[in-house]
């Protein structure tokens, strides 16, 4: 399979389930009983001025000419303004996606650090003590509330340790921001040379980081064995031992085995993981695209959500594509297909 | 000379059920047989009888919660299941070499086809890289793959069921081993390439000396490649001998009912051994012979402990009723 097959095959199976998508959220969120007029217009607004921002929103009309009007601007690129900032939900959103990616990456990357060497030695130490342990902290990972596991970890290291700042946002509110370059206020800080800005945004990210690394290892763990497993019992593995292989070879060949599977399974996780990082966004105000999406629908702010919507089904595509990628350079076979 | 000495091997599977009790399977309930350099000897039976689980109790390359619990392996002199386990995988692949069952998928797929060759070659060896390349595509000739420098460069996934299966017999012809064991080296071949494979393997054992056991279920490849075979049943050699001996005078029920089974067919190659009846429950053998659900002949002398008993020149079988057996068939 060439590359350009593969994007041409997500594309088109993508534009349809974006649509789609598109079409469910926005019938699902003016369905839901919330009427954003109402809000906007003021608890003493009468019937004549409600009828007038009603029109002025464009939500007088069939709900259908709504969708298309509404799909008809998105591929102008324009998604719409939020009711709530009064600004348009693109900027809103493109502003607030390096935030999130932040948080998202650093988690994914720490819970992916120690969920997969986990994982593996498990496997390697198949029913000892090291992986009936793993196991049961996974199942523990597993079960614990998102926001719970947040506020669990702002109570212990914030309030009753001190060792953390509250969990306020992605900076001490006493310093000023740096300069916006990537987004990141941790790298914008090294950039501009700023050091206290820095180690602010990074005492401030830890926290939140841990949140979505624990989040994030627990299935890490769990699949990183069972995929490690599976490789062990197949045919090549037991036809290296057969042939004599060292045994540091043959866990080198059940080791590269096992990272393709690996990896697009830690792919497909990252895009299943947004919902979480929303939660863990909420807990410590951290102020990006997820924060922001859960506000939205919170306050039933339409364009909002449909433009968070449309993140999210963009994002997850851009992951499956890189995804896509690294099986293509990782995998002799699937280039070969 | 005896190369491979095989005696009273039992493996067992051991389990817990849900209730924690133990559970044993026994898969292997004595297993004994030789092979000697230049020889050709053929392992027969019906599926699960256990052919595969005999060739990897001998490699010592069990998986739990199978177990060798009972009896020795001696090769060469040595006794195998006394080995440290580094001294064991130095023989692995090098004097005992396995050709497997489905060489497709037993091939590293993230491994080029060369690299394979090579790395059997320098685990075992002081030779360098440049040296075992040069090796591997020689061998890769001999066993008559076209263009072998350049299938060095291929991926498992590139070739063929033979073609992969060729690569394996390369595998092992890379360390000169003394024993080959190849378990159903030409199942889901066509008839063509199973020919060309198994003369190969014939070759071997003429130009080489080395010793092969083959495992197969096709009663032909046996009476066409071997010169002993041994018919395996629950676990147990029931018969065993030259191979004209055994079929032109079987002595135990169960090779009678095989051959009978496949007269006319036993040219074509093709045939699987099905000998009929449901296999005997491992968890639950029989206390004397494990043939007596299937047997016609059985009685309750059939209950006691059988042996091995000779009928013939270096012709063994493992039957109460030999003589009864031999004279009622027909009738
Ligand atoms: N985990 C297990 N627990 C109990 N019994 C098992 C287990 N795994 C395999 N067995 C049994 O071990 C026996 C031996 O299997 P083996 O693979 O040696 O058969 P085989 O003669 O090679 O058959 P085939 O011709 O199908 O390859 C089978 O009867 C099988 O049911
Ligand atoms: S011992 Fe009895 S049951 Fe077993 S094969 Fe002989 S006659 Fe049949
Ligand atoms: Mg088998």
């Keep these: ?337 | 000379m005896t190369l491979l000495r095989v005696k009273d091997l039992h493996t067992h599977f051991i389990s817990r059920n849900l209730d924690n009790e133990i559970r044993i399977a026994t898969a292997l309930n004595g297993v004994s047989f030789e092979l000697s350099r230049g020889e050709v000897l053929g392992l027969v039976g019906e599926t699960g009888a256990g052919k595969s689980l005999t060739a990897y109790s001998i490699m010592n390359l069990l998986k739990p919660p199978a177990r060798v619990v009972g009896g020795t392996v001696e090769f060469d002199g040595r006794n195998l299941r006394d080995l440290q386990s580094d001294d064991m995988n130095s023989l692995r692949g090098s004097e005992i070499a396995m050709v497997v069952q489905n060489p497709r998928s037993s091939l590293d797929p993230l491994t080029r086809i060369g690299e394979q060759l090579v790395r059997v070659h320098t685990a075992h060896s002081d030779a360098t890289a440049a040296t075992a390349r040069a090796r591997a595509v020689e061998i890769l000739g001999s066993v008559g793959i076209p263009a072998p420098e350049e299938r060095m460069q291929a991926w498992p996934h590139e070739l063929s069921g033979g073609m992969a299966q060729r690569v394996l017999i390369a595998m092992a012809l890379m360390n000169e081993p003394k024993l080959i064991i190849a378990d159903e080296p030409t199942t889901g071949l066509d008839v063509t390439v199973q020919a060309q494979i198994l003369d190969l393997l014939r070759e071997l054992v003429e130009t080489r000396n080395v010793a092969v056991m083959i495992i197969t279920h096709d009663l032909g490849i046996v009476a066409h490649y071997c010169q002993r075979m041994a018919v395996m049943f629950a676990g147990r050699i029931v018969e065993t001998g030259n191979v004209n001996s055994v079929f032109d005078n079987p002595a135990h029920p169960y090779t009678r009912t095989l051959i009978d089974a496949t007269p006319e067919r036993l040219r074509d190659l093709k045939h699987k051994v099905h000998g009929g009846g449901a296999p005997p429950n491992l968890y639950n053998l029989p206390t004397g012979c494990h043939y007596v659900e299937r047997c016609r002949f059985a009685d309750d002398v059939c209950n006691d402990p059988v042996a091995m008993e000779e009928v013939g020149a270096a012709h063994f079988a493992m039957c109460s009723h030999i003589s009864a057996v031999r004279d009622g068939w027909l009738s």
């Design chain 1, 1 to 337: 399979m060439t590359l350009r097959t593969m994007l041409l095959r997500r594309l088109v199976i993508s534009v349809p389930l974006l649509i789609g998508i598109l079409f469910f959220t926005f019938m699902l969120v003016r369905l839901g009983g919330q009427d954003p007029v109402g809000l906007l217009a003021g608890p003493t607004a009468t019937a004549e001025e409600i009828d007038i921002v009603r029109a002025e929103l464009g939500l007088d009309k069939p709900l259908f000419t709504q969708f298309w009007i509404y799909l008809g601007n998105i591929v102008q690129g324009d998604i719409g303004k939020s009711w709530i900032s009064n600004r348009s939900v693109l900027l809103d959103i493109l502003e607030r996606i390096p935030i999130t990616l932040e948080l998202l990456f650093w988690g994914v990357a720490l819970g992916s650090v120690i969920g997969v060497p986990v994982g593996l030695r498990a496997a390697f130490r198949h029913d000892k003590w090291f992986d009936q342990i793993s196991r049961g902290i996974s199942l523990l990972g597993f079960s614990i509330p998102t926001y719970f596991l947040g506020l669990v970890l702002l109570f212990v290291f914030f309030f009753l340790l001190g060792w953390s700042p509250p969990g306020m946002g992605r900076v001490s509110l006493l310093i000023s921001p740096p300069p916006t370059i990537t987004g990141s206020y941790l790298i914008d800080g090294l950039l501009a040379g700023d050091w206290s800005v820095a180690r602010s945004a990074l005492a401030q990210l830890i926290l939140p980081v841990i949140a979505v690394a624990i989040i994030s290892a627990a299935p890490i763990v769990k699949h990183t064995r069972a995929i490690a497993l599976e490789v062990m019992s197949s045919d090549f593995v037991r036809f290296a031992r057969a042939s004599g292989l060292p045994p540091k070879k043959v866990s080198r060949i059940v080791l590269r085995n096992s990272s393709t599977p690996v990896a697009t399974f830690i792919g497909t996780e990252i895009t299943g993981l947004i919902g979480s990082v929303s939660l863990i966004e909420y807990v410590f105000a951290w102020g990006g695209a997820g924060q922001y999406g859960l506000n939205a629908i919170i306050r039933g702010d339409f364009s909002a959500v449909q433009g968070y919507v449309l993140f999210l089904a963009i994002f997850s595509l851009v992951v499956f594509i890189l995804v896509d990628l690294l099986v293509l350079v990782l995998e002799p076979r699937a280039a070969a297909e």
